[in-house]
């Protein structure tokens, strides 16, 4: 029986975990707004069992320059996707600041009764 070795299996974990982030901000880049964050239930089960494992490890010895290195890059993967969802959250909100603003010109208001759908 092979003896399970918490430091590799954290190291796998966090690899896991970067490449999820890396294909979700891949995703969001090209996303399909109608679908859900692919992986997201999967990344939320991955960073829970890594806070497990990293409590029940703490107070051991230091972390191996492998797993240093992992969480690095991990981290630099969580930033990026990060900055990619507040930029996406902007855009978004200048969407929707756009269309409430032809709510009028399209629907009309107590002054106008607006234009019809097939009209420019």
Same mark, same amino acid.
């Given at each position: 029986m092979s003896e399970v070795? @918490?430091?590799?299996? +954290?190291?796998?974990m966090v690899r896991t975990l970067t490449s999820l982030l890396q294909q979700q901000r891949v995703w969001?880049?090209?996303?399909?707004?109608? #679908?859900?964050?692919?992986?997201?239930?999967? %990344?939320? *089960?991955?960073?829970? %069992?890594? *806070?497990?494992? %990293?409590? +029940?490890?703490?107070?051991?010895?230091? *972390?191996? @320059?492998?797993? *240093? #290195?992992?969480?690095c890059g991990l981290q630099e993967a969580y930033s990026e996707l990060d900055h990619a969802l507040r930029l996406a959250s902007v855009v978004l909100q200048e969407a929707l600041a756009l269309l409430r603003g032809q709510n009028t010109a399209v629907y009309g208001d107590h002054a106008s009764p607006g234009r019809s759908l097939g009209s420019a």
């Open positions: 070795v @918490p430091e590799r299996d +954290e190291l796998e969001l880049a090209h996303a399909d707004w109608g #679908q859900d964050l692919p992986d997201a239930e999967r %990344r939320n *089960s991955l960073v829970w %069992r890594l *806070s497990r494992l %990293r409590a +029940e490890v703490t107070g051991n010895a230091a *972390s191996a @320059p492998d797993l *240093s #290195q992992a969480v």
